[in-house]
């Protein structure tokens, strides 16, 4: 049964620092990485999707990497800003065609 | 604006109560899903259904009952639940059922039953 574990549970960075979000996963049988935001309260938006034969995504400050023989994936986040503040989750989609969520990682960019 | 709604966005429901959940998506995808986010624990499949048929139930209780009428719509139809039922259930889509697919997610509604 494929288990995702998310490290840090929690982070908080002054404003302009660049920080890295862990995801690892236990079954390296996976589709695709996607990594959400979600706000406190509100649904989940997604931010960036690797497929399982991509090493790495960027849009804007984020890049994600992925390395599927060691289980894990990274999401960079450059020049960080308060309103990067959210909780940041990692899901993989496995050969069962579902998602499998982390924990997620608060995060606070602090003015 | 995801292009996923869901309403109610708050819901308080005694346990003796029957009440719905509903989700919309005008992206024109094929597959949509329900989740359950209950506080300190991930994001739980609950439902999917790909092309208005069922295709995945993760051991949910029948309390729990879903409804697809037609590819934009999903419905959740609560009746009996318990306090342990109080969660955020959110509704997600995506093009295909194939795990290749990018997840959309509507805003969720928050459930609490006393």
């Known amino acids: 049964k494929q288990e995702v574990t998310q490290i840090p549970a929690a982070l908080s960075v002054p404003e302009g620092e660049n920080l890295v979000l862990n995801c690892s996963f236990t079954?390296?049988?996976?589709?695709?990485l996607q990594w959400f935001r979600q706000d406190p309260g509100k649904g989940l938006t997604s931010l960036l999707l690797?497929?399982?034969?991509?090493r790495e995504q960027t849009s804007g400050r984020l890049n994600a990497s992925l390395d599927k023989s060691s289980g894990r994936s990274t999401l960079y986040i450059a020049a960080s800003q308060p309103g990067d503040s959210a909780t940041y989750l990692c899901?993989?989609?496995?050969?069962?065609?579902?998602?499998?969520f982390g924990p997620g990682t608060r995060l606070s960019v602090l003015p | 604006e995801t292009g996923v709604t869901q309403t109610p966005r708050h819901l308080v429901m005694g346990m003796t109560n029957k009440k719905s959940l509903k989700c919309e998506q005008h992206?024109?995808?094929?597959?949509m899903y329900w989740y359950k986010q209950s506080a300190k624990k991930p994001l739980e499949l609950m439902f999917v259904?790909?092309?208005?048929?069922?295709?995945e139930n993760n051991s949910v209780p029948s309390r729990f009952s879903p409804e697809c009428p037609n590819s934009s719509h999903l419905f959740l139809h609560l009746h009996t639940l318990q306090p342990e039922d109080s969660a955020l259930y959110l509704c997600?889509?995506?093009?295909?059922?194939?795990?290749?697919?990018?997840?959309?997610f509507g805003p969720g509604t928050r459930l609490t039953v006393t």
């Open positions: 997600a889509s995506s093009q295909g059922r194939r795990g290749s697919y990018e997840q959309y």
């Open positions: 079954d390296s049988a996976i589709y695709n």
């Open positions: 690797i497929q399982s034969s991509q």
């Open positions: 899901a993989v989609s496995d050969y069962g065609q579902n998602f499998v």
């Open positions: 992206l024109g995808h094929n597959a």
């Open positions: 259904y790909s092309l208005e048929e069922r295709v």
